[in-house]
């Protein structure tokens, strides 16, 4: 089977170093021609995974056709605000025979208000049946390190699901399946923006009780809008959704917990991304589900928050009042009581 894997950050590197070491064939596609000149020579990605040896198997092109020439399987791990322009690009050349494509980038559009899995079905129809979805908690260096593992792999067709697991499964990266696509895609691109939060509180020098009722209640946020979509509220308290952000808002590695440690302390947004090489999807994520949360109705009070500090300057330990402030309720809401 031939896999293309679609952009050279550091999640694409390791998932195509796990493909390639299971001995498949596999093309990884970098935007610039430089850094697919630097990894073929170094036999590593020394911008996004530097110090993790590539296998001399592991094919590296910055030409799409070359890329998408005989593949069955693509993985498209470009992030979130480029996944519709490379999709237009490589639409004519992906091939007849493709068997699936699985999105593993974590964010939502924007301008649209789009999962990333619905972007694909826009900009490419005919896959729209073939779209799986990889998300859990896996930062990228420890995939790449082999250090056990486990996500899930949401589709809505069974043998899709089933496809990706046999295709993704190693010793070390248990994979399991669901046919939650919302959920998952939900999950996954809201925990960056709790993650930030998580970030902002311990910036402020807040303990562990703050990041812990953070991370609770950014769940109950994440769920909320999630059944008003129609997610498997199940989804919720499993990898995708408890896993993955229980992993980003207290791994040292994740770029979106970064992101917001530097807010709490004092660093302005355009300071912090500016010294960013890979990107933080939560700080779009952010605009993004503000923007979702009020087309819903839906209430998502660290959401707003957290929206308040990246795009009208207000002060972190200002929103934390505003937080505290806020009117006292019952924990579970009727709603998810009587389910």
Request: include cysteine; glycine fraction near 8%.
């Amino acid at each position: 089977m031939k896999i293309a894997v679609l952009g050279a950050g550091s999640w694409g590197t390791a998932l195509a170093r796990l493909l390639a070491r299971k001995g498949l064939s596999v093309v990884l596609w970098a935007r610039r021609d430089n850094l697919a000149q630097e990894i073929i020579i170094r036999r590593e990605n020394p911008v996004y995974l530097p110090g993790i040896r590539l296998p001399e198997t592991l094919k590296v092109t910055a030409h799409m056709d070359q890329a998408l020439s005989g593949v069955e399987v693509i993985v498209l791990v470009v992030p979130s605000h480029g996944l519709r322009e490379t999709l237009r690009i490589a639409r004519d050349m992906i091939p007849k025979g493709l068997r699936a494509v699985v999105s593993a980038t974590k964010g939502i559009e924007t301008e649209t208000l789009k999962r990333m899995s619905q972007v694909i079905e826009e900009e490419v129809p005919d896959l729209a049946a073939r779209v799986g979805v990889l998300s859990g908690p896996s930062f990228a260096t420890e995939v790449a390190q082999e250090v056990p593992t486990a996500v899930t792999v949401a589709a809505h067709l069974p043998e899709v699901a089933g496809l990706l697991q046999e295709l993704f499964h190693t010793p070390f990266f248990r994979v399991y399946t669901t046919n939650d696509v919302v959920g998952v895609e939900l999950a996954g691109a809201l925990k960056n923006v709790m993650a930030i939060a998580a970030g902002i509180a311990e910036g402020l020098g807040f303990g562990t009780n703050t990041r812990a009722a953070l991370i609770t209640r950014g769940l109950a946020e994440i769920s909320r809008l999630g059944l008003v979509l129609g997610a498997n509220p199940l989804t919720f308290a499993g990898l995708a959704g408890l896993g993955d952000l229980v992993l980003t808002c207290t791994g040292t590695l994740s770029r979106n917990r970064q992101v917001g440690l530097r807010l709490g302390r004092g660093e302005s947004l355009e300071a912090i991304l500016a010294s960013m090489k890979m990107v933080a999807e939560g700080v779009r994520t952010t605009k993004a589900a503000y923007r979702l949360a009020k087309a819903q109705a839906v209430e998502l009070p660290i959401t707003e928050k957290v929206y308040e500090i990246l795009y009208q300057g207000k002060a972190p330990a200002q929103a934390v009042r505003e937080l505290l402030s806020r009117e006292p309720k019952p924990e579970m809401p009727h709603y998810m009581e009587t389910m």
